[in-house]
């Protein structure tokens, strides 16, 4: 089994940054693409941004410029860097990991409990 923690969300004011973490611990795993995902009050879950095993990096419009994901897999750890916060990125943010546990079996989706980022005006 694997479990996510997240960590590094909190209230902030319009401008201000929160760097978002995810660590995934448990037996013997292989961590592929990672993602980050939110969603808003009354909104759907959208995803913010991606990165592969290889590095490679996907942010959505709405984060361009302003957030960078990052990963150590040394410390199979998945960061979000938020600056220049607006209220409008205020959501609850959930990692979500696609993670090999057992070679004969594809790599399965796993997510955060979640994490509150509220910015205020």
């Known amino acids: 089994q694997v479990q996510l923690a997240e960590s590094g969300g909190g209230l902030v004011q319009s401008g201000g940054s929160l760097r978002l973490s995810c660590v995934a611990s448990?037996?013997?795993?292989?961590?592929?693409?990672m993602n980050w995902y939110r969603q808003g009050p009354g909104k759907q879950r959208e995803l913010v941004a991606r990165i592969t095993s290889g590095g490679r990096t996907y942010h959505a419009d709405s984060a361009k410029g302003r957030f960078i994901i990052s990963r150590d897999d040394a410390k199979n750890t998945m960061y979000l860097q938020m600056n220049s916060l607006m209220p409008e990125d205020t959501a609850v943010y959930y990692c979500?990991?696609?993670?090999?546990?057992?070679?004969?079996?594809?790599?399965?989706?796993?997510w955060g409990q979640g994490i509150q980022v509220t910015v205020s005006s």
């Open positions: 448990g037996s013997s795993f292989t961590i592929y693409d």
């Open positions: 979500n990991l696609f993670i090999l546990i057992n070679p004969s079996i594809p790599p399965r989706s796993y």
